[in-house]
């Protein structure tokens, strides 16, 4: 028993540092203009937004944009080969749209990300004054395992372009680079805000799933076990101030979740569209051997694994939020008080209500059957371009 806690607190600590680390990066790629230090009261975490470097952010986005614009217009202009032409032609929509929406989240909705910002906090901060969840921290491995991941993929994101600037010693080529870099951190970091958030929605469900299943339902059960004598108004007071917190920790995150939701999903339906169909275009490319470059590997990879790692976060969180419906219900204490009767009805009531689900602009699910309708269409795809041609080469 120690030792597995040992490890979740270290797993914990890790992910913590990932994430501290990825908010510097965030912050420096200018994508993310608020802070997140700690009060100096109580030394909890809170987030302050910063305008001051709003305004450089912002104005250093529309000069990148800018420049990105210029350059890759000539540049498709002057690009013969149209099966790199329509790739390039979804990274400069994709990246565009990308900056845009950061624009405006900057500009307009930036008190509102603060504000959210602290909101996940403060659940934290919640489920962490709850009896029996103070050394649960930041996840466990699962979610160190996946954090992990998504830092290397941002690594690379940061490092793909330094043999190209060794190789090549121009200034023009330097703009190029610096612009291109600039607005896939802009895009990648999105969806990595989007991979957080959806993470810590479901180590939130988890975190109070588990207090449910455990201390609370030994609190009940103790209730429970009066040998037919009354039950003590403070124990019942003690047992009804757990289930209003539990159920309001349940209606917070719930509404978060839709909050975050309905602010973010523009970005995400279009990250989405866009890796499905640079992953489908490198496949055709490969398999017709246009171009067998490791880079391109490496890209489809790399898209592959963020839309992967984004829909094994929300299917985690999916999955978190239905587990305290298998609660049994024998564990509950019933008696003739009529205010706790009504109370505990409303807690199992409320439970089948919350389901946490992901569906950017109403279009599509995000879930691991995503996935699995898109590999099979795209097999399905290739198989029936690598039919037509070997009949064209035959005759």
């Known amino acids: 028993m120690f030792g597995s806690r040992w490890w979740r607190v270290k797993a914990s600590s890790v992910s913590a540092t990932i994430l501290r680390g990825s908010l510097m990066y965030a912050t420096l790629m200018g ?40 350059i890759y217009r000539h540049f498709i202009f002057f690009l013969n080969t149209s099966h790199f032409t329509i790739i390039l032609v979804f990274r400069v929509c994709i990246y565009i749209a990308c900056a845009i929406f950061t624009l405006v989240i900057q500009l307009w909705y930036g008190q509102r990300v603060v504000d ?35 830092g290397i993929g941002l690594v690379y994101e940061s490092l793909y372009v330094i043999p190209s600037l060794i190789s090549d010693m121009d200034n023009y080529f330097y703009l190029i680079t610096i612009c291109d870099f600039y607005n896939t951190a802009n895009a990648s970091i999105i969806l990595h805000v989007n991979f957080v958030a959806y993470v810590s929605i479901g180590i939130i469900y988890d975190q109070v799933n588990s207090y449910v299943r455990h201390e609370l339902r030994q609190q009940l059960s103790e209730l429970n076990s009066s040998n037919g004598l009354p039950v003590s108004r403070r124990k019942l007071k003690a047992a009804g101030h757990c289930l209003d917190e539990c159920l309001a920790i349940y209606e917070e995150v719930h509404q978060l979740g839709n909050t975050f939701h309905r602010l973010f999903e523009f970005p995400l339906c279009i990250f989405l569209l866009f890796g499905f169909l640079s992953i489908a275009s490198i496949a055709f490319i490969i398999m017709l051997n246009l171009y067998m470059g490791m880079r391109l590997w490496l890209l489809a990879i790399k898209v592959a694994l963020d ?10 969180a999916s999955c978190n939020s239905r587990v305290v419906r298998r609660l049994s219900l024998e564990s509950f204490y019933i008696s003739d008080n009529k205010d706790w009767h009504i109370k505990l009805e409303m807690f199992l009531n409320r439970l089948n209500y919350y389901e946490f689900r992901v569906r950017p602009l109403g279009l599509f699910e995000v879930s691991n059957n995503l996935i699995l309708v898109f590999m099979s269409g795209l097999v399905t795809y290739l198989t029936y371009i690598m039919q037509y041609d070997m009949q064209s080469n035959q005759i």
């Open 116 to 150: 959210l910002v602290n909101r996940f906090l403060r659940l934290f901060q919640r489920i962490h004054a709850l009896p029996g969840c103070q050394d649960m921290g930041y996840g466990g491995k699962w979610v160190l395992g996946l954090l992990l991941l998504k």
């Open 307 to 316: 839309v992967l790692l984004l829909t094994v976060a929300v299917h985690i």
């Open 31 to 70: 994508i993310i203009c608020f802070s997140v230090e700690s009060d100096g009261i109580d030394g909890r975490l809170v987030a302050r937004n910063r305008k001051w470097y709003k305004w450089f952010c912002l104005i250093s986005r529309i000069l990148m944009c800018g420049l990105y614009i210029q």
